[in-house]
C-alpha cells in the first residue's frame, strides 16, 4: 500500500513530462508528499451515501474490493513460507477472477445508472480478457518448464515477445487502464461503478485499483522476464512505467474494437500458441522416452 502511493508519484511525474510539464513538485522534496497529503485530504472528507443505495453492501463491496489485492500478494516471491506453494498460479487466476464480483457489485449496490454501466462495461470486458490472459499464463508456463528441462540460459521473452505484447495489453484490458478505461469512462460515465464512492471508501478502491496493477506487472515480469528478486523489481517498474505511458499517449479504443480485439484475434492467437507449445512439449517428451 506504500508502494501505491509512490506509484501515483511516479504516474503524475511521467504524465506530466510527457505534458511537457513537470508534475507535483512542491510538497516536500521533488513533491514526495503529494500522496500522502491526497491521502489524508480523502480521509477527511465527508462520507455520502445515494438515498436508495444498498448501504450494508455498499460498504461491504469496498472491503472485497480491497481484499482481492491484498490476496494476489500473497503469493509474490519474498524470502516467506507463505509465499512459497506449487499451486501459486492457478492461485493467482482464481483470486483474480474474484474481482468481477465486486465490480459488479459497487455498480449494483449504489443504485445509479452510470455506476451500473460502469460495472456492466468492466465485467463483460474483465471477462472477455480473462480468457486470453489464463491462456497466456498457462502456455508461459509449459515453455518455462521445457526451457528449464533444456538447460539453457536464457529467459522465456526470448521467445515470446509477441505473447509478452498480448499478455500486456491484456493487463491493461483486464485492470481498466487507458486505453480500455471503458469502465470509467469520464466522458460518458462519470466515474463509471466508483462514481458513488467518497471519502475512504474511494480511498479503498483507488488502493485495490493500483495494487492491481502493481501486481499485474510483477507477474509478468516473474514469467516472461526473470525470476531474481533484484532484476523482478527492476522490471516491475519498467512494465509500470510502460502502462503509464499508455495511459499519456493512447487515445480511449471504441468498445466494439475491444471486443473484437479480444474475442476476434487474441483468443485464436493465444489458443493456437498453447497447442504449438504443447505439441513441442508432448513430441520432446516421446522423444526422451
Same mark, same amino acid.
Given at each position: 500500500?506504500?508502494?501505491?502511493?509512490?506509484?501515483?508519484?511516479?504516474?503524475?511525474?511521467?504524465?506530466?513530462?510527457?505534458?511537457?510539464?513537470?508534475?507535483?513538485?512542491?510538497?516536500?522534496?521533488?513533491?514526495?508528499?503529494?500522496?500522502?497529503?491526497?491521502?489524508?485530504?480523502?480521509?477527511?472528507?465527508?462520507?455520502?451515501?445515494?438515498?436508495?443505495?444498498?448501504?450494508?453492501?455498499?460498504?461491504?463491496?469496498?472491503?472485497? +474490493? !480491497?481484499?482481492?489485492?491484498?490476496?494476489?500478494?500473497?503469493?509474490?516471491?519474498?524470502?516467506?513460507?507463505?509465499?512459497?506453494?506449487?499451486?501459486?498460479? +492457478?492461485?493467482? /487466476?482464481?483470486?483474480?477472477?474474484?474481482?468481477?464480483?465486486?465490480?459488479?457489485?459497487?455498480?449494483?449496490?449504489?443504485?445509479?445508472?452510470?455506476?451500473?454501466?460502469?460495472?456492466?462495461?468492466?465485467?463483460?470486458?474483465?471477462?472477455?480478457?480473462?480468457?486470453?490472459?489464463?491462456?497466456?499464463?498457462?502456455?508461459?508456463?509449459?515453455?518455462?518448464?521445457?526451457?528449464?528441462?533444456?538447460?539453457?540460459?536464457?529467459?522465456? !521473452?526470448?521467445? !515470446?515477445?509477441?505473447?509478452? /505484447?498480448?499478455?500486456?495489453?491484456?493487463?491493461?484490458?483486464?485492470?481498466?487502464?487507458?486505453?480500455?478505461?471503458?469502465?470509467?469512462?469520464?466522458?460518458?460515465?462519470?466515474?463509471?461503478?466508483?462514481?458513488?464512492?467518497?471519502?475512504?471508501?474511494?480511498? !479503498?478502491?483507488?488502493?485495490?485499483?493500483?495494487?492491481? +496493477?502493481?501486481?499485474?506487472?510483477?507477474?509478468?515480469?516473474?514469467?516472461?522476464?526473470?525470476?531474481?528478486?533484484?532484476?523482478?523489481?527492476?522490471? /516491475?517498474?519498467?512494465?509500470?512505467?510502460?502502462?503509464?505511458?499508455?495511459?499519456?499517449?493512447?487515445?480511449?479504443?471504441?468498445?466494439?474494437?475491444?471486443?473484437?480485439?479480444?474475442?476476434?484475434?487474441?483468443?485464436?492467437?493465444?489458443?493456437?500458441?498453447?497447442?504449438?507449445?504443447?505439441?513441442?512439449?508432448?513430441?520432446?517428451?516421446?522423444?526422451?522416452?
Amino acid at each position: 500500500m506504500v508502494a501505491v502511493a509512490f506509484f501515483t508519484l511516479l504516474e503524475r511525474k511521467v504524465l506530466g513530462y510527457i505534458h511537457i510539464r513537470k508534475g507535483p513538485n512542491k510538497p516536500g522534496p521533488a513533491g514526495t508528499l503529494v500522496p500522502f497529503a491526497d491521502a489524508v485530504k480523502l480521509f477527511l472528507k465527508e462520507m455520502s451515501y445515494p438515498l436508495l443505495s444498498n448501504k450494508t453492501l455498499f460498504n461491504m463491496i469496498c472491503v472485497l +474490493i !480491497m481484499l482481492t489485492p491484498m490476496l494476489l500478494w500473497l503469493s509474490f516471491p519474498l524470502k516467506s513460507s507463505h509465499s512459497v506453494h506449487f499451486l501459486g498460479i +492457478i492461485y493467482i /487466476l482464481a483470486i483474480a477472477s474474484i474481482g468481477v464480483y465486486g465490480t459488479l457489485g459497487a455498480g449494483w449496490s449504489s443504485n445509479s445508472k452510470y455506476s451500473m454501466l460502469g460495472a456492466i462495461r468492466a465485467v463483460a470486458q474483465t471477462i472477455s480478457y480473462e480468457v486470453s490472459m489464463t491462456i497466456i499464463v498457462l502456455g508461459a508456463i509449459m515453455f518455462s518448464a521445457w526451457d528449464v528441462s533444456q538447460d539453457k540460459q536464457m529467459t522465456v !521473452m526470448n521467445w !515470446m515477445t509477441m505473447v509478452f /505484447l498480448m499478455f500486456a495489453v491484456s493487463v491493461l484490458a483486464e485492470t481498466n487502464r487507458s486505453p480500455f478505461d471503458f469502465a470509467e469512462g469520464e466522458s460518458e460515465l462519470v466515474s463509471g461503478f466508483n462514481t458513488e464512492y467518497s471519502s475512504v471508501l474511494f480511498v !479503498m478502491v483507488f488502493l485495490a485499483e493500483y495494487m492491481s +496493477i502493481i501486481f499485474m506487472s510483477a507477474l509478468c515480469s516473474m514469467l516472461f522476464m526473470s525470476t531474481l528478486f533484484s532484476e523482478l523489481v527492476m522490471f /516491475l517498474l519498467l512494465i509500470g512505467v510502460f502502462y503509464i505511458w499508455a495511459r499519456g499517449t493512447l487515445p480511449r479504443f471504441r468498445y466494439d474494437q475491444l471486443m473484437y480485439l479480444a474475442w476476434k484475434c487474441f483468443l485464436p492467437m493465444t489458443l493456437g500458441f498453447l497447442v504449438f507449445i504443447s505439441v513441442i512439449f508432448s513430441y520432446i517428451k516421446t522423444l526422451k522416452v
